[in-house]
């Protein structure tokens, strides 16, 4: 098989952006490896939709992902920041593996554990208003600025400059407009520069003096620290947002899993991987592109082409997963692939569960028979193919 058939646009089609699955599932049986029109550098480009293929494309070292060398031969009319177009997202070892070993401690059991109180109490101030009877947008309110106001915690981001570094965030995650996303990229390329040059005039110790400190010993230089800061910033803005959405919808279609939830809370922790599997934050992962000659899923991908990893489509192949397009709190769901894998595999993924955790805590402890409050059918969903989320989740608390 080493003609794939070409379909027109399938990732652009407004029915996609509400419902994906339908377009997955008819992609994967015709071939779990597709040539499709929308990839980079005016190529079309592989996506990839199988979960077997997927996990072998994670992991192989025939895709690189670094952006820069792909384009530094194309034109390309976008212009975004340095700070946030040579992230470690966008490179390849040895580089990758350097600043990695930095991100890598932010994260591990104890810290993220040192942090959930924290969490819990963002959590409670921004829901303090809530009331039963009362309507909330879920989303505005809670799952837009949990992950950033912890972000900002761990950067050390003041206060007062929260707001407009999430706005910036979420216009990064813009895909109708990249105008947009390239001037949000330069307001936070400059903020974050100048965070950091603070830190560096003004000896302390706090949460970006500890991190500055930590990249020094890492050996990375002082774009890399700034690099490092932006991608923790937006990294885990969007994606967390999505995942807790798309998780309280998935609770209220499903009345029984939510039922088991309020009932016992503790078995939420052990619900996220069925929650992340099933609406997966990232439909489509970030840039990768062939270095020489490759086969996947028996179709050939030629050297220099950009290839697509969708989790969103491999955690709902039914060769991984039996009735994939149910919500099973009982499945062994652990091996999703809404993380990645391999070396590029989510370094922020213990933060994003204690985020999601506290979220859903809150809810089914305090509001136990929440409702939507507006038809399913008329959710908006953003119009992104990277990040699946609702643009708002209207909730009647009670
Ligand atoms: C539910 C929420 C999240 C989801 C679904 C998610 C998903 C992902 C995925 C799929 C990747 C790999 C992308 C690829 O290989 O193309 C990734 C990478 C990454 N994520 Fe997350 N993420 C989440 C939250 C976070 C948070 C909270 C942080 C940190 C604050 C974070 C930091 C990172 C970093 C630094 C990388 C790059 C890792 C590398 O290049 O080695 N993420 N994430």
């Given amino acids: 098989m080493s003609a794939p058939r070409q379909d027109p646009d399938p990732l652009r089609d407004p029915r996609f952006f509400t419902d994906p699955y339908p377009t997955y599932d008819r992609l994967r049986e015709g071939c779990p490896v597709r040539r499709i029109p929308t990839g980079s550098g005016g190529r079309p480009a592989y996506l990839i939709t199988g979960y077997a293929e997927a996990r072998e494309a994670f992991t192989d070292p025939g895709l690189s992902k670094d952006t820069a060398r792909f384009f530094a031969d194309r034109p390309s009319d976008r212009d975004l920041h340095p700070a946030l177009s040579r992230t470690m997202l966008a490179s390849d070892p040895p580089e990758h593996t350097r600043q990695r070993r930095v991100a890598t401690p932010l994260f591990t059991t104890g810290r993220v554990r040192a942090l959930r109180p924290y969490i819990t109490r963002v959590v409670d101030r921004l829901t303090a208003a809530w009331r039963p009877g009362g309507e909330v947008d879920l989303v505005a309110e ?129 619900a996220l991987d069925e929650l992340l599997r099933f609406d997966s934050p990232v439909g489509v992962a970030t840039f990768r592109y062939s270095t020489r000659d490759l086969r996947m899923g028996g179709v050939d991908i030629p050297a220099g082409f950009p290839v697509l990893i969708a989790p969103g489509a491999a955690n709902r192949d039914p060769a991984a997963f039996a009735d994939p397009h149910r919500l099973d709190l009982d499945r062994d769901a652990g091996g999703h692939l809404a993380f990645g894998h391999g070396i590029h595999r989510c370094a922020g993924a213990p933060l994003a569960r204690a985020e999601a955790e506290a979220a859903l805590r809150m809810l089914v402890t305090r509001f136990p028979d929440t409702r939507l409050a507006v038809p399913e059918q008329s959710l908006a969903w953003r119009r992104t193919r990277l990040t699946r989320g609702l643009t708002a989740l209207p909730l009647n608390l009670a």
């Fill in 142 to 270: 809670l799952a837009v600025p949990l992950p950033v106001t912890v972000v900002c915690e761990l950067l050390g981001v003041p206060e007062s400059d929260r707001a407009p570094l999430a706005g910036w965030s979420h216009d990064l995650f813009d895909a109708t407009d990249t105008g947009r996303v390239d001037a949000a990229s330069h307001r936070i390329g400059a903020y974050l520069t100048d965070l950091v040059g603070a830190a560096r005039a003004t000896p302390g110790d706090g949460p970006l003096h500890s991190l500055l400190r930590d990249c020094d010993e890492g050996g990375l230089d002082g774009d890399e620290a700034v690099s490092l800061a932006a991608l923790l910033l937006v990294a885990g803005h969007e994606t967390t947002t999505g995942f807790i959405g798309n998780a309280v919808l998935a609770l209220l279609r499903h009345p029984e899993a939510f039922d088991r939830l309020r009932r016992d809370p503790d078995l939420i922790p052990g």
